[in-house]
C-alpha cells in the first residue's frame, strides 16, 4: 500500500497495459522509447495524451497544452521568464514551502511581491481568505500553489484575481476532481503524484499569454516555441508521455474527474475521520477548512510513538507514511491511484494502533 508524496502509486491497469506493450508497441515490433518521436506510432500516443487531458480537465479550446520537462521546479523560473516582463511585477500568494520556491525564483527574474501569506512560526497550517489578500490590480499575474503537498493544506475555492490572469502551480492536485480551466491563466503540474512518472510536466495555459509571451528569453524556454511545435520542439521524454496516456485512460474509464472526486473525497473522510475522532492522540496541524484531499498530515505525541507507528505500518505493508523531513510527524499521501481499501486499512490500523 503505497502513500508516498511523490513519485507516488500509478494505477495498476496503467503499468500492466506498459507491461503488456513494453516490447510491441501497437505491433510495431519495439518499445515506445524506441520508436522516433517525429514517427507515427509516437505520435499517435503524443497526441492521445493531449486530448485525453483536454477532455477530461475540459480544456476551453483557448488554452494550449503543452507537455514539458525539468520538473515542476523549472516552471517556478520558466513562468516569470515568460510572463513577467521588465516594469511589471507579479503577485505570490505564501501556503507552504512550494510557493516559497516560485516566489524565490520569481525574484531571479523580475519584481515580485508578497500578496498574502499564512506562514506562522515558519509553517503553514491554513490557506487564505480572499480578504486576507492584497493583490495588485495591475499585476501580470498572481500564483498560488493549489496543494501544499508538505504541509497538507488545499485551496477549495480558488480566489478571485480579476482581470490579472492567475497562475496555479497544480503538481499535487491536477486531475483529482474536476476545475473551471477558464479561471486560470496558467496551470503547471509535475507529473509524479496524479499524472504519470517523474520527468514531464503537464502545462495548460491561454493562448494569448503564450503569444503575448516575452521573446527575449532563450527559445527552449519560451512557452510559444513549445506551443508551436505541439510540445515536439525537441525530444520529449516519450516513455512519460506513454505512461500519461495510460494513467489518463484508466481515469477516464473510471469515470473520468467527477468520479475521481467522490473516490478521493470518500477515501480522505477515512482517514480524517480516525483522527478527530481521537484528537487526544492524534494531531492535525492543519486548520479544518484547508485540509488537503491529497495529502493528509497528523502527528503522534512522541517521536518514540511516530517510530513505532511507521515499523507497526511497515509490517502491515504500508510505506511512504513517513512527513516531509521539513515538518516531521505522518503524511498519508491518497492521490488518485490510491486505493479506497489500502486507505481503509490505514483507517482501520490507526484505530487499533490507538487501541
Ligand atoms: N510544487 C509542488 C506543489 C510539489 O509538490 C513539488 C514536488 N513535490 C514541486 C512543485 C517540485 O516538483 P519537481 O520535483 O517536479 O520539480
Not at 515490433?29 to 475540459?58: C, D, F, P, Q, W
Not at 501556503?95 to 500578496?115: D, H, L, M, N, P
Not at 503553514?124 to 480572499?130: K, L, M, S, T
Request: glycine share 8%.
Amino acid at each position: 500500500m503505497n502513500f508516498n508524496a511523490g513519485p507516488a502509486a500509478l494505477p495498476l491497469a496503467a503499468l500492466e497495459r506498459a507491461q503488456a506493450e513494453l516490447l510491441d508497441l501497437g505491433g510495431t515490433g519495439m518499445s515506445v522509447m524506441e520508436h522516433s518521436h517525429r514517427g507515427k506510432a509516437y505520435e499517435a500516443v503524443h497526441n492521445e495524451a493531449i486530448a485525453l487531458t483536454r477532455e477530461l480537465l475540459n480544456v476551453p479550446e483557448t488554452y494550449q497544452i503543452l507537455l514539458l520537462q525539468g520538473g515542476a521546479s523549472q516552471q517556478f523560473a520558466t513562468v516569470p521568464m515568460n510572463l513577467l516582463p521588465q516594469g511589471k511585477s507579479a503577485d505570490y500568494v505564501l501556503t507552504g514551502a512550494w510557493s516559497q520556491k516560485a516566489y524565490k525564483e520569481g525574484k531571479t527574474i523580475g519584481t515580485v511581491r508578497v500578496a498574502g501569506t499564512t506562514e506562522k512560526d515558519g509553517k503553514f497550517g491554513r490557506i487564505p481568505a480572499q480578504s486576507e489578500l492584497t493583490l495588485d490590480a495591475n499585476a501580470a499575474y498572481a500564483h498560488i500553489t493549489s496543494n501544499n503537498t508538505i504541509f497538507g493544506t488545499q485551496w477549495d475555492k480558488f480566489p478571485e484575481t480579476g482581470s490579472v490572469p492567475l497562475v496555479a502551480d497544480m503538481s499535487s492536485d491536477l486531475m483529482w476532481r474536476p476545475i473551471d480551466v477558464s479561471k486560470f491563466g496558467l496551470i503547471y503540474a509535475g507529473a509524479q503524484k496524479n499524472l504519470g512518472p517523474s520527468g514531464l510536466v503537464v502545462v495548460i495555459v491561454r493562448k494569448d499569454l503564450v503569444e503575448g509571451g516575452r521573446k527575449d528569453i532563450p527559445t527552449i524556454f519560451q512557452y510559444r516555441t513549445h506551443a508551436e511545435n505541439n510540445s515536439l520542439y525537441n525530444t520529449p521524454p516519450t516513455f512519460s508521455v506513454y505512461l500519461l496516456r495510460n494513467v489518463l485512460d484508466d481515469v477516464k474509464k473510471n469515470g473520468g474527474l467527477a468520479a475521481m472526486e467522490k473516490r478521493n473525497r470518500d477515501k480522505a473522510k477515512l482517514i480524517y475521520d480516525v483522527i478527530d475522532a481521537r484528537s487526544d492522540f492524534y494531531g492535525s496541524p492543519v486548520e479544518k477548512s484547508a485540509r488537503s484531499a491529497m495529502n493528509i498530515v497528523f502527528t503522534l505525541k512522541t517521536p518514540e510513538l511516530e517510530t513505532e507507528f511507521l515499523a507497526e505500518a511497515k509490517k502491515l505493508k504500508m510505506e511512504g507514511l513517513k512527513g516531509h523531513r521539513s515538518v516531521g510527524g505522518m503524511r498519508a499521501s491518497t492521490y488518485n491511484a490510491v486505493l479506497p481499501e489500502w486507505c481503509k486499512a490505514l483507517a482501520d490500523f490507526m484505530k487499533a494502533f490507538k487501541a
